[in-house]
């Protein structure tokens, strides 16, 4: 074996470069050292390969071992993923833990999904069955809220020769045997870097629910779509994730802390066995999935972690659940590109980034979608990624190319989040091309003037946006009282509805009829005050009534489970303005 | 027996080229004699029988013939114990105060090792530092990484030496001492740094790491390093809290870009390596408490924004990473308030979880919100006022007015020697949101309104 293992001839932080690679293959998982680090090889010219390694190289050596692991980089997908916390090539954090302690050491070597742990499997085939790629042998309850399904790996087919009794088995216990030859485990393996197969994509039909008021109803997600997250640093780009991971009606959540802060990690880790699901009333941790590779954190691990976190998700879609997956963040892996690009010493495109980011970034994005699986069930993977640009500064590449891939922008904005409107979400910069799309849903779920509602508010806004440049000019008292008018109901908009605080109980999550009873509230006062403002009510006396300023707390005063609140605050609406009128009408 | 080298290929800048080695690994130690002086470097490069070694100190005098090079086959360690304390190094950790040598079996690898996020503890507890507006607006939370946002001229080193002064009074529990890395930064700043310590009796509790603007700067690229690992033997072997306050980050990442630009590595923005962002987040990464450890570390990193541009990569980058900012204006400054923090581009990311009932006290999150908008509101008729004139403003916008004058002469402003605890800050925060009319208060539960509103 000695003669096939290729030598170091280079090294340059995470790039290590070795001869005698001819026996090599592109993209396999090699070990390299006396501490077996874990690489990829990403280029071989003649007998020299380039390998990226995930894990820091300090102390290899020239002429160090580089041994080839004859597989492509994979995961190992069974049982015991859901609730747990991955480092970016899918080794368990808390085995890292084990192994090295507080701090993560190099050479720690492969590790997975724990094989040994025992689950009760129920077995739903019996001998004579003819089972193909996609089909379901068997069940195990991984969480209270999540049934894994075992499901047959692509491209294997054949009758069931023998298959064992239900009952606890470990991952490495052949369950079923095919005439094939094939023999099913618990558990398969699957490059990450290959979209896993399905039987055909379907076109977008529902929304992601995420209680997120400014989303829901005015830039929707949906799912099987992407929906790209930008913003300058404080801007509340994670904020808006957790939110989301929290919140959002998917049955999975893959949260990839993808080269951000180790105590954001931490946070999610102690918050999210304490958070209760709204739908099924057990914690969040049931349904989540972590992948961890904080910035100090080998770079090379950053860039797979993305891929890891990906074909995870799309193996779960595989057996009929809706993921929505959440990168946080998508420009420190284009980062970790460039970084691997730059010790390559390739020729660099825009920024110094490599001129194949686009193309990443659409093989990325293009693995979302909503599916018919192998085992024609619909499913799907959303992907929520968010950006960092440098400086806060848009037109920056990593921003520019992931607008061209994603259909829902919801861009963030730094004087917002100053004056600490949360989500910081911008509406007029941001779109969703998902509307016309969801129409039908809306109208068949919520209610048939949502859609109409959501423009006529959007315009409100856009008209604000023009008044206040001429505000800005000559104040607001010159305007008349019509216009005067739009800007307080933008106002009202804008703090009694955009702005939705995370920490308040009903708040942190409003159902979307509550979203659509709050925008009728505020379509008819706006609609009722106009014609006030048109018999001569002097809009001071309308901006400073109590009702105002019971809209703008009805947020908070009206609970999620409303009963009659919203009629009677509708009743009070429209006899306060009646009396008013009259009262004008008279004078 | 290490093998020594009696000649080098090629000298270029901080960078050496050793032809013919064996057996070095990359990342190791060498050490280079030079005329009777020994200096040391870094292996960044090996290709083939070739080494790149990136020498600490200044390679004028350097020839390539006349000299030795041993390769020490480990990284660079210092040694560690108690006896730190009160004691002053050189930027790779060679004591420079006279004091002798560190006697300890204890030696670390400066470089670090990335914390597992399943050991971290989430920190949760408030650190009081006795200035209304970092306790009310940006809370710093003991183990956050919590930057200062600078320029040339601006008292980020008096904030910095009152925050330690103020922060020592307010630690109950456990032992507190401060890690002091200076890098690249003036004699006299270093003197005030040691002027203020002295004063504030802390001194037998700083351990210093001095790299100064003339020290060489390659050296300059361990000296954060030297010093963190001193503040994660002393918070997590010793259970301390540890302040680390790192000076002059900007002359960090200038020395960064020298080197790269030494070694030909492509370019990232303005010049500045690919790798600044992964490189800065080994440095504040280094923040945090760990399970098994009652220790933490919190750090306060110093950076001039050069021409006070925050977009600069290097308070850009630094800001995805650290968990919030403390951003100092001149225009303030220029107005005669101390400290000249601007408070809306300010933020402390963990002050949600670290403050309010339980923490400091019901009303903070309240208020503090409130404050950030009706600031924000403040600049809005700021720049109206400026168009249409003072008195053409609305009754409700002169309110304003009067609100922003008391904000930032009444309680951002403070002395350099006064401690004001958390509800002294609160309290004039309540004198200043009552000039406002109740129902402009839209941030604030009715319930704090009716216990502290004051109209």
């Not at chain 1, 790039?15 to 090699?30: G, H, I, L, T």
């Not at chain 1, 070597?109 to 068997?138: M, N, P, R, S």
């Not at chain 1, 080269?259 to 989540?288: A, C, H, Q, W, Y």
């Not at chain 1, 999620?560 to 009646?578: A, Q």
């Amino acid at each position: 074996m000695e003669g096939s293992a290729g030598r170091v001839v280079y090294v340059n932080g995470p790039v290590v470069k070795a001869r005698n690679m001819k026996n090599f293959k592109m993209r396999e998982m090699v070990t390299v050292g006396e501490k077996k680090l874990i690489g990829e090889v990403i280029s071989i010219d003649g007998e020299l390969g380039t390998i990226q390694v995930y894990e820091e190289t300090t102390g290899i050596k020239i002429d160090d071992e580089v041994v080839s692991t004859q597989k492509p980089l994979s995961v190992t997908l069974g049982p015991g993923i859901v609730g747990n916390i991955f480092d970016g090539i899918q080794r368990p954090l808390n085995i890292i833990f084990d192994k090295s302690g507080n701090f993560i050491k190099e050479g720690i070597g492969l590790a997975t999904i724990d094989k040994k742990k025992k689950w009760y499997v129920e077995l739903k085939v019996k001998v004579g069955d003819e089972l193909k790629e996609g089909d379901i042998f068997g069940t195990v309850d991984e969480t209270p809220l999540i049934k894994h399904y075992l499901m047959v790996p692509p491209n294997i087919k054949g009758k069931v020769e023998e298959v064992r009794q239900n009952g606890e088995y470990d991952l490495e216990t052949i369950l079923v045997k095919l005439d094939s030859g094939a023999e099913l485990k618990m558990y398969q393996e699957w490059p990450v870097r290959i979209p896993r197969p399905v039987k055909e994509r379907l076109p977008i039909q529902k929304p992601l629910i995420t209680g997120q008021r400014v989303i829901d109803t005015f830039f929707p997600i949906a799912k099987g779509g992407t929906a790209a997250i930008p913003g300058g640093f404080g801007t509340g780009k994670t904020m808006t994730q957790h939110q989301l991971a929290k919140w959002s009606d998917a049955d999975i959540i893959v949260y990839i802390g993808c080269g951000e802060r180790g105590n954001e990690m931490t946070e999610v880790l102690e918050d999210f066995p304490k958070l209760i699901d709204p739908t099924s009333n057990l914690p969040l941790m049931n349904r989540t999935i972590l992948i961890a590779n904080t910035s100090n954190m080998p770079v090379a691990a950053r860039e797979a972690s993305i891929y890891t976190g990906i074909t995870i998700a799309e193996y779960f879609r595989d057996m009929g659940y809706n993921v929505a997956v959440m990168a946080d963040s998508t420009s420190r892996w284009a980062e970790a590109l460039r970084e691997i690009s730059g010790r390559l010493e390739e020729m660099p495109a825009e920024e110094g980034y490599p001129a194949y980011l686009p193309s990443r970034l659409a093989e990325f994005y293009e693995r979302a979608g909503y599916v018919k699986t192998l085992n024609n069930k619909e499913a799907s993977v959303t992907i929520i990624g968010a950006v960092s640009p440098a400086g806060g500064d848009f037109s920056e590449p990593v921003t520019q190319n992931t607008k061209r891939f994603v259909s829902a922008f919801l861009g963030l904005d730094r004087k917002l989040a100053y004056s600490r409107h949360y989500p910081a979400i911008n509406w007029l910069s941001s779109y969703s091309g998902y509307i016309t799309q969801l129409e039908d849903w809306y109208k068949q779920n919520v209610a048939e003037d949502m859609i109409f509602l959501r423009g006529e508010m959007i315009k409100v806004l856009q008209e604000e946006s023009k008044l206040l440049e001429t505000v800005k000019l000559v104040g607001e008292d010159v305007l008349p009282d019509q216009q005067r008018l739009i800007l307080e109901i933008a106002r009202l908009l804008k703090v009694g509805y955009l702005q939705q605080n995370a920490y308040h109980k009903d708040d942190t999550f409003v159902p979307l009829v509550k979203q659509y009873m709050m925008l009728k509230v505020i379509d008819n006062f706006y609609k009722l005050a106009k014609e006030a403002v048109k018999v001569g009510v002097p809009i001071s006396v309308i901006k400073t009534s109590e009702l105002f300023y019971r809209i703008i707390k009805m947020k908070y005063e009206i609970p999620n489970d409303y009963g009659d609140k919203f009629d009677l605050l509708m009743e009070d609406i429209n006899e306060y303005f009646s009396n008013l009128i009259r009262e004008y009408e008279g004078d | 027996m290490h093998k020594e080298y009696l000649s080098l290929k090629k000298i270029e800048g901080p960078l050496i080229v050793i032809e013919g080695v064996e057996g070095v690994s990359y990342n190791e130690m060498v050490e280079i004699k030079v005329q009777g002086e020994t200096k040391h470097g870094k292996v960044v490069q090996l290709n083939n029988d070739l080494a790149i070694v990136q020498v600490f100190e200044n390679t004028s005098g350097m020839s390539v013939n006349n000299i030795s090079v041993k390769f020490t086959g480990k990284p660079l360690e210092i040694k560690l114990s108690r006896e730190i304390l009160g004691r002053m190094f050189n930027g790779i950790g060679q004591p420079i105060d006279g004091g002798g040598p560190v006697f300890s079996g204890i030696k670390f690898d400066v470089n670090g090792s990335p914390i597992n996020p399943v050991a971290r503890r989430y920190p949760r507890n408030y650190i009081q530092t006795g200035i209304s507006a970092i306790d009310t607006l940006t809370t710093l939370i003991r183990g956050q990484k919590l930057p200062i946002f600078s320029g040339n001229g601006l008292p980020h080193n008096q904030i910095a030496a009152q925050i330690v002064k103020q922060a020592k009074v307010a630690e109950g529990e456990g032992e507190f001492a401060v890690v002091f890395a200076a890098m690249g930064i003036k004699h006299d700043d270093a003197h005030y740094f040691i002027k203020t310590f002295q004063e504030a009796g802390v001194l037998d509790k700083v351990v210093m790491f001095m790299n100064l603007a003339d020290d060489p700067v390659v050296e300059r690229i361990v000296t954060p390093r030297c010093a963190l690992t001193a503040a994660e033997y002393l918070a997590f072997y010793e259970n301390m809290h540890i302040l680390v306050i790192m000076t002059d980050i900007t002359s960090y990442c200038e020395a960064l870009r020298e080197i790269s630009a030494a070694r030909e590595e492509v370019p990232g923005r303005k010049g500045y390596p690919g790798y600044l962002y992964s490189d800065l987040a080994s440095l504040y990464e280094r923040a945090g408490m760990v399970e098994g450890s009652k220790g933490s570390i919190t750090q306060i990193p110093i950076l001039t924004m050069p021409n006070d541009d925050i977009t600069h990569p290097i308070p850009d980058l630094t800001g995805y990473i650290t968990e919030g900012q403390i951003v100092l204006s001149r225009e303030i400054y220029q107005r005669n308030i101390y400290p000249p923090i601007n408070i809306l581009p300010s933020l402390s990311r963990l002050m949600k979880d670290g403050i309010g009932e339980g923490y400091t006290r019901e009303d903070h999150p309240d208020v503090a919100n409130q404050l950030f908008s009706s600031y924000s509101r403040v600049q809005e008729v700021k720049a109206l006022s400026q168009v249409i004139g003072e008195d053409e403003l609305s009754e409700i916008d002169k309110k304003y007015l009067e609100f922003g004058e008391a904000f930032e002469y009444r309680f951002l402003r403070q002395e350099f020697n006064e401690n004001r605890d958390i509800d002294r800050s609160l309290e004039i925060a309540w004198e200043i949101l009552s000039i406002l009319p109740k129902n402009e208060l839209d941030r604030i539960n009715p319930k704090f309104l009716d216990a502290y509103y004051r109209g």
